[in-house]
């Protein structure tokens, strides 16, 4: 398929795609969660005593491993569930590119959710990942 048939993604496409990825890293984050609380509860049962902190370390760091996992998932660019079902690609699929929206996802998002209304406010559409790497949404015209 030629380039042509592609346009710059329009915000509607982005907002909703970011909303159903979202969802997955919520779900991700749950999976995390309950994988940790499961090995917090294996290791110690808190009705019988109160267990120690070095005894859930364990699973604090399991859940905590939803961090890193969320930050991957949104490096993923155009092979995420929201690009997959809106019909988005990634301008440059490059592996720099893809690493650097993901390291962009977290403070994007934690910086008063800066990542998710940027490209409301970009002349452009672009969110604070796709200046920064260069790499900018497609969809299809």
């Not at 934690?110 to 970009?122: E, K, M, P, R, T």
């Amino acid at each position: 398929m030629a380039d042509t048939d592609w346009r710059p993604a329009r915000r509607e496409a982005k907002a909703v795609a970011g909303a159903i990825d979202l969802v997955v890293v919520a779900l991700l984050g749950a999976v995390f969660a309950m994988l940790g609380f499961l090995i917090m509860l294996i290791q110690v049962n808190p009705l019988e005593r109160d267990p120690t902190g070095g005894e859930w370390a364990l699973g604090y760091a399991i859940w905590l491993l939803w961090i890193p996992a969320a930050a991957i998932y949104a490096a993923l660019g155009d092979w995420t569930l929201g690009a997959r079902m809106i019909g988005l690609r990634l301008e440059r699929r490059r592996w720099d590119a893809l690493a650097l929206r993901g390291l962009l996802w977290w403070p994007s998002l934690i910086a008063l959710g800066v990542g998710l209304w940027w490209s409301w406010v970009d002349r452009e559409g672009r969110s604070p990942a796709d200046i920064v790497s260069g790499a900018g949404m497609l969809e299809r015209r």
